[in-house]
Every structure is written in C-alpha cells, then in structure tokens.
C-alpha cells in the first residue's frame, strides 16, 4: 500500500514537471544582435508554437524544425502578439518574410519549400536589418526527431 502511494506519488510529479518543461533554447544571430529561440522539433511543440502567450520579450522567439523541406503554413490562432515569421531553407537563406497579426487565422503560406520557420516579435528582421537573401546561421545538427 505504502509503495503503492508513493508510485502515484512519483508519477504525478513526473507529470507536472513533464506539462511545465521548458522547451530546448539556442541563441541565434540575427542580424546584429543575439536572440534566445525555443525549438519546436516536434508535431506537438510545433503545433502549440507560441499560442497563448501574453507577451514574446525582444530578442526572443521559436524556431520550428521540420524533418525535410516542405512549403509550410501558419496561422496565428490563440495567439495574442503580433509576430514576424521567416520561411528559411535548409541552407540558412531566408527566402520569405512576412508579418502575421494577433489572432488572424488567415493562413501564411510559404512559396518556396523551406525546412525552417523562425516567429519573432513583429518588425524584428527589418529592425535587425535583414531581408530576403540574407543568411541565418543555424546551428550544426538541428534538425527534426
């Protein structure tokens, strides 16, 4: 009985630490500055993003990862700030920008097939000087589960 209670005990504590985990961060250059990203590798992380969040600080964002180049859609459903998002390829070029508003579920398709997204705060690559063309340097071995 008393190995019983502390196994329940043990597992319910395994699940809110698992429901409250952070996810992984990096930092990134971008433009001249350093940002902290959290990582979205997998379809679940990929698909919460940066929904219901109240604020995103600067200098902070989400790199989504995808397992093979792809054209990607987003969308800003229960999401509260207004964010700029990057479609990159697998090289690190940036072959879109576009700015996406608080809680529009328009879609924002890519054009081109791209393996990566990065959602910063609204304005953030135009503050940072960056455009399409420009390189972002990823680093070595991020890649999808």
Same mark, same amino acid.
């Given at each position: 009985?008393?190995?019983?209670?502390?196994?329940?005990?043990?597992?319910?504590i395994?699940?809110?630490?698992?429901?409250?985990?952070?996810?992984?961060?990096?930092?990134?250059?971008?433009?001249?500055?350093?940002?902290?990203?959290?990582?979205?590798?997998?379809?679940e992380?990929?698909q919460k993003?940066?929904?219901?969040?109240?604020?995103?600080?600067?200098?902070?964002?989400?790199?989504?990862?995808?397992?093979?180049?792809?054209?990607?859609?987003?969308?800003?459903?229960?999401? &509260?700030?207004?964010?700029?998002?990057?479609?990159i390829?697998?090289?690190?070029?940036?072959?879109?920008? &576009?700015?996406?508003?608080?809680e529009?579920?328009?879609?924002?398709?890519?054009? &081109?097939?791209?393996?990566?997204?990065?959602?910063?705060p609204?304005?953030?690559?135009?503050?940072?000087?960056?455009?399409?063309?420009?390189?972002?340097?990823?680093?070595?071995?991020?890649?999808?589960?």
């Amino acid at each position: 009985m008393l190995r019983t209670r502390y196994s329940l005990i043990f597992l319910f504590i395994i699940t809110i630490f698992s429901c409250t985990g952070s996810m992984e961060k990096i930092t990134l250059q971008i433009g001249k500055s350093i940002y902290v990203v959290e990582v979205a590798r997998t379809p679940e992380e990929r698909q919460k993003g940066l929904m219901d969040r109240k604020e995103i600080p600067d200098k902070t964002g989400m790199l989504f990862v995808f397992e093979n180049d792809r054209k990607l859609t987003f969308w800003m459903k229960n999401t &509260h700030v207004p964010l700029s998002i990057a479609y990159i390829s697998s090289a690190g070029i940036i072959k879109e920008i &576009h700015d996406m508003e608080p809680e529009s579920l328009a879609p924002v398709p890519s054009v &081109h097939f791209v393996r990566y997204a990065l959602e910063l705060p609204k304005g953030a690559f135009q503050k940072e000087g960056l455009k399409e063309g420009d390189r972002i340097t990823l680093p070595e071995g991020i890649f999808a589960p």
